[in-house]
């Protein structure tokens, strides 16, 4: 009955290092989304999953961003050439149905990032 | 495009009444949600709202009319622990998926 876990809790790297960030979904939730939040700001979408496809990676900022859902649970968030900018908190969230009227999202924790 | 907008910050006093307002455009809207985040944790799920109308839950209720695109959070008997942020966020179901899109947050504080 474990909820949405994400590890590491604290990153800490310096500008242009590579970074993975992990997400295990509460079992059985097929929806998986990843959100960038900073100081003062509402989380910031990046990517929603449905299974194992990125059903919308919209708001991945740019290609130095990238995830993956291969077996339709855990999900890493991938960082190339970390800068500055990227500091911030990202929050991943997981729900059971993606056609269901009410569609309540589940947050993890979060994995603080900073780039130094 | 996509608008959320919600105060940056309210002040009220314990046991008073408080009503957070969310004003939104989105081209493919599916659902209102409320969520309550505390200073360094996650934001936790508070409401949600599909159809016009109030829906209540104890001390929380929380409204919405599509046609204005517009809904508020309602938080009654407040209690120094409702201090927090309370995130508006509407489900867009434009584009055949389902993401989620957050205003800023309002920050709550309850003063003794």
């Known amino acids: 009955g474990a909820g949405v876990s994400q590890t590491p809790s604290n990153k800490v790297t310096e500008k242009g290092k590579y970074v993975e960030l992990r997400c295990d979904p509460i079992s059985g939730h097929t929806a998986l989304y990843w959100y960038r939040q900073s100081l003062g700001q509402g989380p910031e979408f990046l990517i929603y999953f449905q299974g194992t496809g990125a059903a919308d990676d919209s708001g991945l900022p740019n290609d130095r961003f990238f995830a993956v859902r291969p077996e339709g649970s855990v999900s890493t968030l991938k960082i190339q050439r970390t800068e500055r900018g990227d500091s911030a908190v990202y929050l991943c969230a997981s729900s059971f149905l993606r056609g269901s009227p009410f569609q309540e999202q589940f947050f993890g924790p979060g994995t603080r990032l900073t780039v130094l | 495009g996509q608008n959320i907008d919600q105060p940056t910050e309210m002040t009220a006093t314990e046991g008073a009444i408080v009503q957070i307002n969310c004003t939104y455009q989105?081209?493919?809207?599916?659902?209102l949600f409320w969520y309550q985040q505390h200073a360094g944790e996650a934001p936790t799920f508070l409401s949600y709202?599909?159809?016009?109308g109030l829906e209540e839950k104890g001390r929380f209720s929380s409204f919405l009319s599509r046609s204005k695109g517009y809904s508020y959070l309602l938080l009654k008997e407040l209690q120094m622990k409702d201090s927090a942020s309370y995130l508006c966020a509407v489900r867009d179901g434009a584009s055949g998926t389902y993401k989620y899109i957050f205003g800023t947050g309002t920050r709550l504080k309850v003063l003794a």
């Open positions: 989105t081209s493919g809207f599916n659902g």
């Open positions: 709202n599909v159809l016009d």
